[in-house]
């Protein structure tokens, strides 16, 4: 059974920093790629990061040169670090994994920043 459980979310001003972890379990993590997600207060969950099992990675054009997605796949962890944040970066932060037929999402931890 696949679990996604997100964690590290918190209260931080703004030009702070914070490192979501995402613990994954019921798959095998380094097979798979794996993205971050997030949403906004009355806006839709919108695409973060997304990262590959050979280290490459892609990031939203708002977020980009602030925020590293990583991973360790002998703690079957995703990690997001973000850097210089903004209060729009205000949001629920969510893990995805997607599968042949099924996508799979944590629970989400709040992210808020406070100017």
């Known amino acids: 059974q696949v679990r996604l459980v997100e964690s590290g979310g918190g209260l931080v001003q703004v030009g702070g920093s914070l490192r979501l972890s995402c613990a994954a379990s019921?798959?095998?993590?380094?097979?798979?790629?794996m993205s971050w997600y997030r949403q906004a207060p009355g806006k839709e969950r919108e695409w973060v990061a997304w990262?590959?099992?050979?280290?490459?990675?892609d990031y939203a054009d708002s977020v980009k040169g602030r925020f590293t997605v990583s991973r360790d796949n002998t703690k079957d962890t995703l990690y997001l670090q973000m850097n210089s944040l903004r209060p729009e970066d205000t949001a629920v932060y969510y893990c995805?994994?997607?599968?042949?037929?099924?996508?799979?999402w944590g629970q989400g931890t709040q992210v808020t920043v406070a100017s």
């Open positions: 995805r994994l997607r599968q042949p037929g099924a996508t799979y």
């Open positions: 019921g798959f095998t993590f380094s097979s798979h790629g």
């Open positions: 990262l590959g099992i050979t280290g490459l990675a």
